[in-house]
């Protein structure tokens, strides 16, 4: 083999890697939340016209942002952390934790503020977290977060929105 068609089988091997991982993304639709029925509803063209293009990759297609790109990672005041879609508090503030992932993480959300299904996408199984109102992905939770529950809700900052606490 000469130094041409090594050259050339290597960047072959990249684009098969490239289109496995382009298939495996986390925006792949999950059927299990697509079946769910929630109380706000909108098409794609609706969602796109009152989200930034990241909350819409996030929250509709299931992607994920950038570790550390999320201004709410550095939020340290007291208030509710809301879904970005459709404003349902989601997170206290009192349960947001540093777990030096890059995302805001937190160990309890609100009560009935989420939903979670099973999520088999990149070959491995989590526990993916949705909001239970719209339906909106905000991230996954894993069981190696901090007492009292043991939990680590690793939540897309894009997918959320701050309401400061009122004096």
Same mark, same amino acid.
């Given at each position: 083999?000469?130094?041409?068609?090594?050259?050339?089988?290597?960047?072959? %091997? !990249?684009?098969?890697?490239? #289109?496995?991982?382009?298939?495996?993304?986390? =925006? @792949?639709?999950? *059927?299990?939340?697509?079946?769910?029925?929630?109380?706000?509803?909108?098409?794609?063209?609706?969602?796109? %016209? !009152?989200?930034?293009?990241? #909350?819409?990759?996030?929250?509709?297609?299931? =992607? @994920?942002?950038? *570790?550390?790109?999320?201004?709410?990672?550095?939020?340290?005041?007291?208030?509710?952390?809301?879904?970005?879609?459709?404003?349902?508090?989601?997170?206290?503030?009192?349960?947001?934790?540093?777990?030096?992932?890059?995302?805001?993480?937190?160990?309890?959300?609100?009560?009935?503020?989420?939903?979670?299904?099973?999520?088999?996408?990149?070959?491995?199984?989590?526990?993916?977290?949705?909001?239970?109102?719209?339906?909106?992905?905000?991230?996954?939770?894993?069981?190696?977060?901090?007492?009292?529950?043991?939990?680590?809700?690793?939540?897309?900052?894009?997918?959320?929105?701050?309401?400061?606490?009122?004096?």
């Amino acid at each position: 083999m000469n130094r041409r068609d090594f050259l050339l089988s290597g960047a072959a %091997a !990249i684009g098969v890697v490239g #289109a496995a991982a382009t298939m495996l993304r986390m =925006g @792949t639709p999950q *059927p299990a939340l697509a079946a769910e029925k929630f109380e706000i509803t909108k098409t794609d063209d609706e969602w796109k %016209a !009152i989200l930034s293009p990241a #909350a819409f990759d996030v929250l509709r297609k299931q =992607g @994920t942002e950038y *570790p550390g790109t999320s201004p709410l990672l550095n939020e340290h005041r007291k208030g509710i952390f809301a879904c970005a879609g459709c404003d349902l508090p989601v997170y206290p503030s009192d349960t947001k934790f540093d777990s030096g992932t890059g995302w805001p993480s937190f160990w309890q959300e609100i009560a009935n503020g989420i939903g979670k299904t099973e999520d088999r996408s990149l070959g491995m199984t989590r526990t993916e977290v949705h909001c239970r109102r719209c339906g909106g992905h905000l991230g996954h939770v894993f069981d190696d977060g901090p007492a009292p529950t043991g939990l680590r809700h690793c939540i897309n900052g894009v997918a959320l929105t701050f309401k400061p606490a009122t004096a």
